[in-house]
């Protein structure tokens, strides 16, 4: 196809991204980076270090391990010209679990890492879902203990802080699917074998009536009596825990998350079981408590064997991944977004052409003191200019002329407050903190 | 495909990332945040505003402006399940461009715009060329003033200079395809619509023998005696510019990159061409200077109608795009690299289990003070754990037992010069304030 035949076909192309992805202009993406800079410092603080790995995988890497339903409708595929099948990451465990697999023996465990990556799914496009998405993995990865739910529901609740969050915007739902495991098997009497499949029934719990959830039940084959055991113990929340036997719940990680400092934002919850094929034990999710926003912000769990793909070493894995579209929803609900930052806190104003060097001598001095400052590209008039930059949030306008030029001085426009001064060239950077801080 | 057939066919999938992708651990991911971050504080400084926009974009957009190598064969297409043919992006300028003509309206320009993204080539790996590389993006959109290349080139310069590298390191080949049109025109007498075509020669100049360049431009129908004018227009290097008319030479911006204040690292090169055919005037190259490392690092140029793919309203834009692998391949040739970051600078040792919780307290405090801190998550014998805290890099051991909670002391130990003291458990801060800047 030829420009010619477009141009034919179709005079403009369309300025709108592809359906379910989104651009990021300059206000859009000031916000995204100062709420994952504050996260990114936050795991930072703990340790957590920054990973990063390729957009396109093996497809099998996905088709072996994820839910069902990414392997399947959502993903996005594609095969190179050497025939290799490709596909572009839904998520980012399969990729740690790779990385961390491939470089074990360089490693010192357990890792904490982290990383900011995009994730695509062919889904249709509605609020808190889009088809491209960014997202904070959190993970550590080579430890068997509790410790590690322990720091990790401390990371849950320091990220959430460090943007602003109080502790009333938000809860944690926790679970363990050995304890479902025992559940099922040893109080409901639930066949080994019929364990997993009653998991996909309670991921849909809550969102679909009772006759449907029966009518699935009694397909994979528990009996009615069963199915209202089932109820009647996941209407008992924390009250499980005292049906299943003391060995099965001493080892599970729960108990110490119910005992920990922040024991009043977790919850024990049965019905919890996070769709993804993965997760072997703990499974959690954050979930907003403002009504406006009913839905999970974002969660994690334990993936004991994720590893075992790549290699024979077993390597457990603990984490969660935390996506901006449901990010940036709670924080808008809870009025926490951060305003965009200005491009520029100080603009060099040169009152005539010949004076563009010397506007450009002085911005230099002005970055060299750790001020943003720009110099107009084009000649406009200075009320214009004093105007534009108003207008673009800069605070300060230093302003050149010939003849204070040959004495060295400048002009100080405090532009918030619209007063200015005269000062020697070199007291600008001064002349500047003075403005910005006042 | 089930998980059983994959294993059975294959029994551990492959760790190594797709050919021609790269993983970045975090020591390396680490260089790279370093190293972009110092990028991206210098653009802000300069008043860039950083953007980002989807990986996926409709394929017309490549198809359409790009040059033909990238539209062709090394492009990763794909066709979603509603039929959009989509493309992964070969590079960021066209969204950046497709971003701008949809926003116009809205943009008080000129603008000034970075970005940090992932593009994907299905190319031959080989030094310097990977098919999925990061790339910061650098523009001006909005200005036809040859200001903006005096700025780009103050911004290169500015760019490089913060990741320490010196003025002997670099030199920026410098052209302007306007010239080269009158060049071509007027001094060789080439027709007009054998222009372009001549220019495809000139991108392959330097790698090719005469013979080949001669049969080529014999081909597009040049004469022995013009290819002969041109070879000898084009020894002469900036003795090009007084072969043209003045008023061409006039209104370019190169007069004004060579007469500025970095003209000592600016040559004029009728040469260069930068194979892709949205460039319209200025084109640029920055090559490393060290004979080890013989590529151009980067390049950019004007290309002032790129938005009309998209809209009817013209709007000129200028830039560059600086990729990670030639930059790294040019920061280990010169030795300016910095170190990979430790994970934690002070690791929190509780002597015994019931200590853990006061550990993490503690933990949480020299966090709140600024330091990057962790907590064992397994339980090891001290000697064990200093050695491995040592080994990951970490500067400071905050040591806790029974007996020295009762009298609210802690033992701080320097894990680079192998002393140990006890304090008072308020005073842990300022302790690992001292070490760590002793």
Known sequence: MTTTQIAARQPYLPT??????????????????????????????????????????AAEVYEAKSGQEIAGQELYSLVDR???RLAIRPE?????????????????????????VNCHRYERPQRGRTREHWQVNVDIFGSDSPHCEVEIFEVV??????????????????????????????VIGVHADKVRPVFSILDRWAKYPRADLLAAAVEIGLSDRQFGR???????????????????????????????PDRDLVTFNPVIVRGLAYY????????????????????????DDLTSLFSAQRIPGIGFAMGDVTLMDFLGTHALLPSPEASSQVV?????????ASARAIAGRLRAAGYRTTVPLE???????LKRAAQSGAAVAVIIGSQERERAELTVRDLRRNAQFTVAEDDAGAAVARILSA
Chains 1, 2 share one sequence.
């Open 16 to 57: 709108a991204p592809y359906r379910g992805t989104r651009d990021f202009l300059p206000d859009e993406m000031s916000v995204r980076e100062q709420v994952f800079g504050t996260l990114h410092r936050c795991l930072e603080q703990f340790g957590y270090q920054r990973y990063d790995g390729p957009l396109l995988e």
């Open 82 to 84: 050497g025939g290799r």
């Open 92 to 116: 980012m465990t399969p990729s740690a679990a790779r990385m961390i697999a491939g470089h074990a023996s360089e490693l010192q465990f357990p890792v904490r890492w982290y990383c900011n």
């Open 157 to 186: 609740h320091a990220m959430l802080a460090s943007l602003g969050a109080s502790r009333d915007d938000y809860r944690v739902r926790v679970n363990d699917r050995t304890l479902l495991d025992s559940l099922l098997a040893d």
């Open 230 to 260: 089932l109820e009647d113990a996941l209407a008992a929340g924390d009250g499980v825990l005292s049906m299943l036997p003391a060995e099965v719940v001493e080892r599970s990680a729960v108990a110490s998350l119910l005992a920990g």
């Open 280 to 303: 072997t034990s703990t499974v959690f999710e954050v979930y907003d408590t403002d009504p406006a926003n009913p839905r999970a912000l974002f969660g994690g769990g334990r993936y």
């Open 348 to 356: 060099v104003l040169p009152l005539d052409a010949g004076l563009q």
């Open 379 to 385: 000649p406009r008039k200075l009320g214009s200019e």
